[in-house]
């Protein structure tokens, strides 16, 4: 009685869906792999000091991809320097000052509005904005991405502050401090587990960024300082990658370019998931 | 009176720690057998042993003897699932799942392969009757489940399990999330539920022990320390722990 | 004390403004995009824009007729949707359930480095992978086309469907499942009957939010295919999206054709706010 089998259809179904799940892991895993191997082993050869440490020359007719590597440091340092005390600031006016509800889901559909548009959109309207008014330059590409990367600043601090107990906040109100007091005090310590995990976030997300950036921050490969660089139109690294492969054919300069950026996104990723961690573990103690 | 269930020198263990120690117990057919005993105890883990619904937690290991109509449940020639489908459960938090009332009964009988529309209407009739929930329903069948109140919801979820037609039904606690009018209603249920199934309950409640059960097994730390009519075990009880237990000492 | 009082009010007035940036940002969007987007349709006509089968923008008589960037757009996110959301959702089903928390995790930044390649990476493995292959087995011309946008926009929405529908299915609770198991259905059975069921508006969201992402992907796709204004007859044809029709001649626009590039955003943007509308109110059901 009890050891009848499955009935055929059933035993099919489970055949069925078990090959369909492994064929489809093994697809997703193997494109990972392939991803990853083939742009090293493109592009890892064509790495030269040369490469990293000089500026295209017309006059040599060698490519070097210092200006794009410095234009990126500066991008991703300007807009993290504008968009955390906007990020911060909104998610701290969520979660310690807005009493109206509604106020709350009109600001928080807003970001994830904003967070749902395509960064080609970013880049046509950073270009009216910021780049018709100051000029193509890496400001102007800055400002741009500090609106598209303004939620998610805003949802990892939100996060956090959500953690710290309400007790902390109920305990040095009931010690008469004010509201600002608190918020000094309390709740700005309680944020810097979510500003990290939004930088390192946001910092992936510039690497990676190319379509809002080239008609706001330009495509130039000059060699400026920090300033000077702000200014001035310029390449990131994706910017410069597009370039090359699109426009002018130098497939191993963009391979080159592709094996530092996939670099860099293991790197940022095994970092986001070590963080993580470890403010998780923090936490439960 | 001949036995559905019968054990012999059952342990499990959950990796090193032992939580059923040599257990022995014959359950007669078309009777009610309460489990009673403080939490901890063993009882829940033994009656999911019965459906081995264990088999699923990883680190479990089982020795000794199961045997259900005198197949061996943990021989490999057994199919788990239809061992399940003999032995239906019923959980201690009604679990419909967030379907239709309909598909939700439905559900085992599509699972067993019947497809036929006037067959499973047929079925989802016969189980919603026999779980005294067929007036309540019968016009918002369509309706989602989730919808019914708590006691609803924990008939309805004996009716899920009727409908695969099993013969016997393993109950986890299945009044303790319930309030007193509606648990008194599944109580009542269960004693006619007898005439067709072999019950095995597990309860906190000694009280529902007496109202219920034919026959009572206490659990202390793994062990089962008495196995008698439920008369016999509050009445005299055998063992001086059982006593104690029942006399409300601890627990 | 007073003094202290008005501190607390610039504070608090300052925090309003900040939680408020976010609003403004999505409205000034929206204004500039209209404003900026309308004057071209109403020049051009907006049935000749929207319907109009041909684009010619720096012909001496130039077309404004988007209708093969719209259908474009269309075919290949479905196209996209078609490929990735089966193998997506099947890798997250075995992972949410079946996995061993090792291979989940593996797996989990695998996926989540898959999310994190940006898109010209994409682009150049396409243009040298992709593109090529396509050429050699199918016996075509030419590579870079609607086939080869819809396999690269496959894999770039993934990573979205995968994540979202672990987090959808590895929500239901456990006790459905325990229930269906008690009834004598098998793991897969349990899994694919009730499981998912119960975490379809999740896995619906997944859907939607890869939609949004096929729809809005710009440069990878730029650089795979083809980039001329064909109408998408068939897969092999080079084809240009809504995405790359507004990068591809902004460098070089102006007047009315730049105009016209700026009422494609316009166009781009309110499929973007409708797939955003419908996304919203799957979650609103998965939280539900």
Redesign the interface.
């Known amino acids: 009685?009890?050891?009848?089998?499955?009935?055929k259809?059933?035993k099919s179904?489970?055949v069925l869906?078990?090959i369909?799940?492994?064929?489809?892991?093994g697809?997703?895993?193997s494109?990972?792999?392939f991803?990853?191997v083939?742009?090293l082993v493109q592009g890892i050869p064509n790495i030269t000091w040369e490469l990293l440490s000089t500026k295209p020359s017309y006059l040599t007719e060698k490519i070097g991809i210092l200006p794009d590597i410095l234009n990126t440091v500066y991008i991703v340092i300007a807009t993290l320097f504008l968009v955390l005390?906007?990020g911060v600031?909104?998610a701290?006016?969520?979660t310690?000052?807005?009493s109206n509800k509604k106020?709350v889901g009109?600001?928080e559909?807003?970001?994830?509005?904003?967070s749902?548009?395509?960064?080609?959109?970013?880049?046509?309207?950073g270009?009216?904005?910021f780049s018709n008014n100051m000029g193509t330059c890496l400001m102007a590409g800055a400002l741009t991405l500090v609106?598209m990367n303004?939620?998610t600043i805003?949802r990892t601090t939100q996060e956090s502050l959500k953690t710290v107990p309400q007790s902390y906040r109920e305990g040095a109100f009931g010690l008469g401090a004010?509201?600002?007091r608190v918020?000094r005090t309390v709740v700005l310590p309680g944020c810097v587990d979510g500003v990290i995990t939004g930088c390192i976030l946001s910092v992936?997300r510039i690497?990676?960024?190319?379509?809002a950036l080239?008609?706001t921050a330009g495509f130039a490969h000059a060699l400026n300082g920090i300033i000077d660089g702000l200014a001035a139109p310029g390449a990131t690294l994706?910017?410069a990658?597009?370039v090359y492969?699109?426009e002018q054919g130098e497939?191993g300069v963009?391979?080159a370019i592709?094996a530092i950026?996939?670099v860099l996104?293991?790197l940022?990723?095994f970092v986001?998931?070590l963080v993580q961690k470890y403010f998780a573990k923090r936490r439960s103690l | 009176m001949s036995n559905i269930i019968s054990v012999k020198d059952m342990c499990l263990w959950y990796g090193e720690h032992q939580a059923l120690k040599n257990i022995n117990i014959e359950i007669p057919k078309k009777s009610i057998t309460a489990f009673i005993g403080p939490s901890g105890c063993g009882k829940s883990t033994f009656l999911k042993t019965l459906n081995r619904m264990n088999d699923l937690i990883p680190n479990v290991k089982i020795t000794g003897d199961i045997r259900y109509e005198d197949t061996d449940i943990f021989s490999p020639k057994v199919d788990v699932n239809h061992l399940r489908k003999e032995i239906g459960m019923v959980f201690q938090k009604p679990n419909p799942f967030p379907m239709s009332i309909y598909d939700n009964v439905a559900y085992g009988p599509r699972t067993h392969g019947i497809t036929n529309k006037i067959q499973l209407d047929e079925i989802v009739e016969f189980a919603l009757r026999d779980a005294a929930i067929w007036n309540e329903v019968k016009d918002r069948l369509k309706k989602n489940a989730l919808g019914l109140s708590g006691g609803q919801q924990q008939r309805l979820c004996i009716a899920r399990a009727l409908a695969v037609q099993p013969k016997m039904l393993l109950m986890d606690e299945p009044t303790s999330a319930l309030d007193p009018i509606s648990t008194s209603r599944i109580e009542e249920l269960v004693m006619e539920l007898k005439e067709k199934y072999t019950i095995v309950m597990v309860t906190h409640n000694m009280q529902q022990a007496v109202r219920v059960s034919d026959y009572t097994a206490f659990f202390l730390l793994g062990e089962l320390v008495e196995f008698e009519k439920t008369d016999n075990i509050f009445s005299q009880p055998q063992d001086k722990r059982t006593e104690d237990y029942i006399t409300g000492r601890f627990g | 004390m007073k003094k202290n009082q008005i501190l607390e009010k610039v504070i608090h007035g300052i925090f309003l403004f900040l939680g408020l940036i976010t609003v403004d940002c999505v409205l000034m969007i929206t204004v500039y995009l209209v404003i900026s987007g309308i004057p071209a349709i109403f020049e051009i006509g907006p049935v000749d824009f929207l319907f109009g089968k041909e684009w010619a923008s720096t012909a001496a008589e130039p077309k404004y007729g988007i209708l093969p960037f719209i259908l474009t757009s269309i075919y290949g996110t479905a196209g996209a949707i078609v490929i990735g959301v089966p193998i997506g959702f099947m890798t997250a089903i075995y992972l949410s359930k079946l996995a061993s928390p090792k291979v989940k995790s593996a797996m989990q930044s695998a996926v989540s480095l898959l999310a994190g390649i940006p898109s010209v990476v994409y682009g150049l493995v396409g243009m040298l992978v992709l593109v090529p292959g396509i050429r050699k087995i199918f016996n075509v011309p030419d590579g870079a086309s609607l086939l080869a946008a819809v396999i690269v926009l496959a894999i770039m929405i993934l990573p979205s469907i995968i994540k979202m529908s672990i987090t959808a299915l590895d929500a239901v609770p456990k006790e459905y499942e325990d229930a269906s198991l008690a009834l004598g259905a098998t793991p897969i059975e349990t899994y694919f009957k009730v499981s998912v069921p119960a975490a379809k508006s999740g896995i619906a969201a997944a859907v939607v939010l890869g939609v949004g992402r096929a729809i809005g992907e710009a440069m990878a796709v730029m650089m795979v295919a083809g980039n001329v204004p064909n109408m998408p007859d068939s897969l092999f044809q080079s084809v240009r999206f809504l995405t790359t029709a507004v990068s591809s001649e902004m460098a070089y626009s102006s007047g009315l054709q730049q105009q016209a590039l700026f009422s494609i955003a316009l166009v781009l943007f309110l499929f973007i706010m409708l797939i955003n509308a419908i996304l919203n109110f799957f979650l609103k059901r998965e939280k539900e």
Do not use: D
């Open positions: 009685m009890l050891n009848r089998s499955l009935s259809k059933r179904f489970e869906m078990k369909l799940m492994l064929l489809s892991v697809l997703t895993a494109l990972v792999l991803l990853l083939y742009v005390p906007l600031g909104a701290i006016y969520l310690e000052y807005a106020m009109i600001i559909y807003a970001a994830e509005t904003l749902g548009i395509p960064s080609i959109i970013y880049g046509l309207v270009m009216l904005l609106i303004l939620p805003m004010g509201k600002w918020v992936g690497l990676g960024e190319s379509a080239l008609f994706t910017v990658l597009y492969a699109k497939f963009a391979f592709a950026l996939m996104t293991v940022i990723n986001a998931t």
